[in-house]
C-alpha cells in the first residue's frame, strides 16, 4: 500500500474540536488518563473518518460516497450506519486509523448494531464492518446536542476487537521470536493463527482422544472374541454402532423376565471369563477393573430391561504410560513426517482471497495403524482440523486478492498455522448477502425500503403483543 500522505491525517485535538468538543471537556485527570493508555492530543487520526462524522452531523451521506473502497462497502454504511441518523447513534470511538460507530439498541429497529470504519490496506479507500461490540476505550465527551458518547483508543484496541494481534501489511517471514502463538491479519480479513509445533506434543495430548477411541475398539474388540468363544455374539447393529462410538459392547436379548438376572449376576460372569485371559485388579460392585496389554481397563455393567440389552462400558486410564499407546503414536509421528517431508502444494479460498500453498501440510491424515482388531471391522484414525498445517521453512504461501493485490509469507521455523477470519458479527455476512440480492433485482430501492418497513412492522407488533402479554 502506498503510504497515505500527512494531508490524510488531522490530530485528535482538531478532530474533536471540529465536532464541536470544548477544551474544558479534556480535565488535567482525563489528560491523564489519556496519556497513561497512549493517546495524547497530537496523536494523528484519519482526516476520512472526520467528513464521515461531518456527513452524519448533516445527514448527507452521499457526500463521502467517493471515500468508500466500493459500492458494497458505501451502501452497507449507507443503509446501516447513516439511514439512522445521528439521533440514532450511541457512541463514537475514534483511534488513528479505525472509527467505531454504534446504534441505539431499539425493539422498533431491526438493524442497530456496532460497526467499525477503516482504511483499506492495499488502496486508499473505507471499508466497514460490523461487530459484536466496540473495543475498550476512555469516553471524552458526552454530546448533549445529539446524545451520543464521544470515546478514544488506539489501533491495538480495535485488532483485538477483530482478533488479531498485528498486521502484515508487505510480504515477509513470519517469526514468533519468544511468543508461544500470534494472530497475524495477513490481507483484507485473513488471518493467520501461528503457534509453536512439536510433532510428539501434536499427536499424544492434540489426538489422545482419537488414539484414545482406537484402543477401546481394540480392547472391545478382544472382549467380543472371549464372548464369541463363549457362545455370546452382538448383532451387526451393535458392531457398527461400535465405528461411530467405541464406547461399549451391546448384547441384546429376546423378551423374558429380567426379575431373573441383573447386572451383579453378568459382573460375576464377565469376572470368571476374562479371569482366565487378564489379570482382574478389582470387583467394585458392577464394575471391573483388569489389565490388558498394559492397558488398566474399566469394564461396567448395565441392563435396560425396555431394550432388552446388556451394555458393557469400557473406559481407559494410564494410555500415555503404555507401550501400545506409545507404538501407535510413535508410527503415527512417523507417518505425519513422512508426509511433510513429501512437499504438496494446494489451494483454498477464504471469501474471495486464494492462498496458495506450497510444501504445507495440511493436518487432513487418514492413518492405518500397524495393530488391528481381530474379530471387529478394521477402522482407521481420522484426523482433520479445518484450514490447518504444518508449515516449515521450505513453505511459500501467496495470498491474492482483487482489492488486496497479491503477498508472499515464508516461515523462519516451524509452526502449526490456521487460516481463519477476523471476528465480525453474523449479521454482517447476512446484510452483505440483502444488499448483494437486492442490487440484482428490478427497482431494488423500492423493494428494500418495503422490507425494511415490513420487517419494522412486525417487531411493532411483537413489541405491542409482548407489551399486552
Known sequence: MDAPSKSNYISLSEFLARLGVPDTAITEKLHKRLEEFGVN???????????????????????????????????????????????????????????????????????????????????????????PRLPHHIVVYNSSDH?????????????????????????????????????????????????????????KDRYRSALGRYLTYLVIDLLHGLLLDHGITMTDMA??????????????????????????????????????????????????????????????VSINPDNNEIRIYTRLDNLENTPLFNTIANDLIRSIEETINAGRESKVHVGNHEIELINATPLNFVYDPPIRPRYLPPINIEIYEPNTYIVTPKTVIRVRQTQHGEREFKFDDTYLLRIQTTDIAPCYVWRRNLLAIMNLLPDHETITRRLYEEYRRILHETKTSLIKT
Open 41 to 131: 492530543a497530537r496523536m494523528p487520526v484519519r482526516n476520512e473518518f472526520l467528513l464521515v462524522m461531518k456527513a452524519l452531523l448533516n445527514n448527507d451521506p452521499a457526500g463521502v460516497k467517493d471515500l468508500f473502497l466500493d459500492d458494497m462497502h458505501y451502501r452497507y454504511f449507507e443503509r446501516f450506519v447513516a439511514n439512522k441518523g445521528i439521533a440514532k447513534i450511541s457512541e463514537v470511538i475514534i483511534s488513528p486509523h479505525y472509527l467505531g460507530i454504534a446504534s441505539k439498541r431499539s425493539m422498533d429497529d431491526p438493524f442497530c448494531g456496532s460497526y467499525v470504519l477503516g482504511i483499506n490496506d492495499f488502496r486508499e479507500g473505507l471499508f466497514i464492518n460490523e461487530v
Open 147 to 203: 446524545e451520543y458518547e464521544l470515546g478514544v483508543t488506539i489501533d491495538h484496541e480495535f485488532k483485538k476487537t477483530f482478533g488479531y494481534n498485528k498486521d502484515l501489511l508487505n510480504s515477509c517471514t513470519i517469526s514468533l521470536g519468544d511468543e508461544w502463538g500470534q494472530l497475524f491479519r495477513v490481507q483484507g480479513e485473513v488471518v493467520f493463527g501461528v503457534s509453536r509445533y512439536n510433532i510428539e506434543s501434536l499427536v
Open 239 to 300: 458392531i457398527n454402532e461400535l465405528r461411530n462410538e467405541a464406547r461399549f459392547i451391546t448384547i441384546r436379548l429376546p423378551s423374558f423376565s429380567w426379575d431373573k438376572i441383573d447386572e451383579y449376576e453378568i459382573t460375576e460372569i464377565l469376572r470368571n471369563i476374562l479371569g482366565k485371559y487378564f489379570k482382574i485388579e478389582s470387583v467394585m460392585g458392577v464394575e471391573i477393573a483388569l489389565d490388558v496389554l498394559g492397558m488398566k481397563v474399566h469394564l461396567t
